[in-house]
């Protein structure tokens, strides 16, 4: 795929459209380099807050989260005809959300290792996570990849955390 295809793909993205706005992480997905980190970043912040809130509501946030951001991230897919595309974000902030979720506290050195973890899990996409990236398509194939990331990136975490 060229970066003409790409730039205009990109160029679909209304971020009057909520759809968009949302899938994009609120926009953040309209930077120019590494969408992908930058929105990885802006997932801590929302992490933060995330910590005020009970377990229960913690893991519904994420669940719902998953589901609404299918249909939406389905949604701008069809829009700009590209699966994927970078400037989809949502993914990220649902893989960081997990990959954070052993962290009862806001110990930075470790939200750190957690973003480098969900970055080069998701990145490098090891197996199943490569297996997934390629085989499952729409806004489910899109959030599925950054779930098991974070899944993996998490499992390694807690074992950093605990030892």
Request: charged residues 15%; aromatic residues 20%.
């Amino acid at each position: 795929m060229t970066i003409d295809i790409l730039a205009d793909a990109k160029r679909l993205i209304k971020l009057s459209n909520p759809w968009h706005f949302l899938a994009t992480g609120f926009g953040i997905g309209m930077f120019p380099y590494m969408p992908g980190t930058i929105g990885s970043l802006v997932a801590i912040p929302i992490w933060f807050l995330l910590l005020a809130l009970p377990c229960q509501f913690y893991f519904l946030t994420i669940i719902f989260s998953f589901f609404i951001g299918i249909y939406f991230c389905h949604k701008t897919e069809l829009d700009i005809g590209i699966h994927d595309h970078g400037c989809i974000v949502w993914d990220e902030f649902i893989g960081m959300w997990i990959t954070l979720m052993v962290l009862p506290e806001n110990n930075w050195c470790l939200v750190l290792i957690g973003f480098f973890l969900f970055r080069l899990f998701d990145t490098w996409k090891p197996w199943p996570i490569r297996w997934f990236d390629h085989k499952v398509y729409g806004g489910i194939g899109i959030i599925i990849d950054d779930i098991i990331a974070g899944s993996i990136a998490s499992s390694v975490l807690y074992w950093i955390r605990c030892y």
